[in-house]
């Protein structure tokens, strides 16, 4: 018999109301499947002798279990099967199977019916073992009001804390608590410091409401705005030469950006400003690179730019992800083994962009092209008030 599905959504209310057809479904099926909680709920709901499958991971051992039964099984989730949910899970691992979804509210639904807040211009973001960063896009382009599906890392406590990190203070958030549990569900409504000092039980969700807008910097922070390494200004990528580099990064929502040599991170910050959704990571060899970046990553409202500290050439790269375009801020006399090794977790079509100052650098990057599978493209000349001339040099590797 093949394999096929009903995906139930459930919240936390303990004796949970389906139509009489769900009912009946439950009554003559033999297999069930679901979470820890939704077993809880639906125990003595089940027929006698009823075989259940816990989800759990790793979830591979979840769908053999599943392909043992060669037959029907109904899959108890959390709220709408299909937002962020399980079915999204079983659509992709098993796209032949017949699957059918009986949906309840989600989580961020009935919190904001129970506060009558209007949700459709609501950016919905989930955090349940995904990283930061839909939620740190949210806050760099100003949304105004931000749904967080939160998991036992991402606490309301961890994102209230992670927003007062980086200055974003004009928000309030609101939680709710076992959502549809008519004894323990509870609802709030507080500012962002005093959620970041209090624990909330699971499950929980919560919506960040903004209190005022705030206009952001606009493209092209100045440059004395950045705190900068010993109150050195030439150790800063100026601002128009900055923008220009960005350019010829070409990056787009989904690149992963290395920034080498980042020194104050003005790369980073105005790259993360302007794709919010990227992954950056940035090296310096200077200790003091770490302090200046966490200092202006909180000015300028950027989260979600990891930093690794120490000579690039004696880093291990293997668990970063790989980048798509790479910036040179610094090499060291290094230049043509660096782009060597990062030749190696460049795939084809990525970009490596640097600014040269001297007619050294530029011999030194087109000899690494010569000898490596990069392909130069045509420079870009520049000179900027009394500043020495810039030469924006890009290659691709083939």
């Not at 209230?160 to 008519?182: F, K, S, T, V």
Request: glycine share 8%; with cysteine.
């Amino acid at each position: 018999m093949m394999l096929q599905f009903t995906v139930i959504g459930i919240n936390d209310h303990p004796n949970p109301v389906f139509p009489s057809e769900v009912e009946q479904l439950i009554a003559t099926s033999t297999v069930f499947s679901g979470g820890s909680r939704h077993h809880e709920i639906m125990a003595e709901r089940l027929p006698h002798g009823a075989q259940w499958i816990d989800i759990t991971v790793p979830l591979a051992d979840v769908f053999r279990q599943y392909m043992a039964c060669e037959g029907h099984i109904v899959v108890f989730a959390s709220g709408d099967p299909l937002f962020y949910g399980f079915a999204t899970t079983l659509k992709r691992q098993f796209p032949e199977a017949p699957i059918r979804v009986v949906p309840t509210f989600h989580s961020l639904q009935m919190l904001a019916h129970r506060l009558v807040l209007p949700y459709h211009d609501m950016t919905l973001v989930s955090l349940t073992g995904r990283p930061w960063n839909a939620l740190d896009a949210a806050l760099i382009t100003g949304k105004q009001k931000i749904g967080c599906l939160t998991d036992r890392h991402h606490t309301p406590a961890t994102i209230a804390q992670r927003l007062l990190d980086y200055g974003y203070d004009n928000y309030e958030i609101a939680i709710g608590e076992h959502l549809g549990n008519p004894q323990t569900e509870h609802i709030c409504q507080i500012s962002i410091e005093q959620a970041a000092s209090l624990s909330f039980e699971q499950p929980n969700c919560c919506i960040l409401l903004q209190k005022e807008f705030r206009e952001n910097v606009p493209m092209g922070i100045p440059d004395e705005d950045f705190s900068i390494l010993d109150g050195r200004p030439k150790m800063i990528t100026k601002m128009p030469f900055r923008l220009l580099s960005i350019q010829q990064l070409g990056l787009h929502a989904d690149s992963v950006l290395w920034d080498v040599g980042f020194c104050t991170g003005s790369i980073s910050i105005e790259a993360k400003r302007l794709y919010p959704t990227i992954d950056i990571v940035a090296f310096e060899i200077r200790k003091e690179g770490e302090a200046l970046m966490r200092e202006n990553t909180r000015r300028f409202g950027t989260p979600g730019i990891q930093t690794v500290i120490g000579d690039f050439m004696l880093q291990h790269l293997d668990t970063l992800p790989k980048p798509t375009s790479v910036f040179i801020g610094g090499h060291g006399g290094k230049l043509k083994e660096m782009m060597a090794k990062l030749c190696e977790v460049l795939p084809s079509g990525g970009c490596m962009v640097m600014n040269c100052v001297t007619e050294e650098s530029n011999r030194l990057f087109e000899e690494a092209c010569q000898s490596l599978p990069l392909t130069p493209q045509t420079p870009l000349h520049l000179t900027l008030n009394d500043y020495n001339p810039i030469t924006i040099r890009k290659c691709i590797k083939q």
